[in-house]
Nanobody, 117 residues
Framework: EVRLVESGGGLVQPGGSLKLSCAAS????????MSWVRQAPGKRLEWVSG????????SYRDYVKGRFTISRDNAANTLYLQMNSLKPEDTAVYYC??????????WGQGTQVTVSS
């Protein structure tokens, strides 16, 4: 059974940082490209960042470039998203997903990130 468990969200002030983690199980993590996607209140799910199976290639939505960094630890079956210089518009539920920008599957419950003073 595929399982993705996100953690690390919380309340942070504008300009602050958070690091999200996603523990994966039930599939061969090291064979899959992975992504982070988010859903802001009242909005559709949107892709934020992706990483290939080896971790050697990453991609980002324009509005998070230079602020967010995606990474993975294949030995630990874990995906990460380091988020710096957070803005109120980054407030959303963040999900890790199997796949890339064009096609991904969300399996977890997500973790809430709230950026507010």
């Amino acid at each position: 059974e595929v399982r993705l468990v996100e953690s690390g969200g919380g309340l942070v002030q504008p300009g602050g940082s958070l690091k999200l983690s996603c523990a994966a199980s039930g599939f061969t993590f090291s064979n899959k490209g992975m992504s982070w996607v988010r859903q802001a209140p009242g909005k559709r799910l949107e892709w934020v960042s992706g990483i290939n199976s080896s971790g050697g290639s990453t991609s980002y939505r324009d509005y998070v470039k230079g602020r967010f960094t995606i990474s993975r630890d294949n030995a630990a079956n874990t995906l990460y998203l380091q988020m710096n210089s957070l803005k109120p518009e980054d407030t959303a539920v963040y999900y890790c997903a199997i796949g890339d920008e064009d096609e991904y599957d969300v399996w977890g419950q997500g973790t809430q990130v709230t950026v507010s003073s």
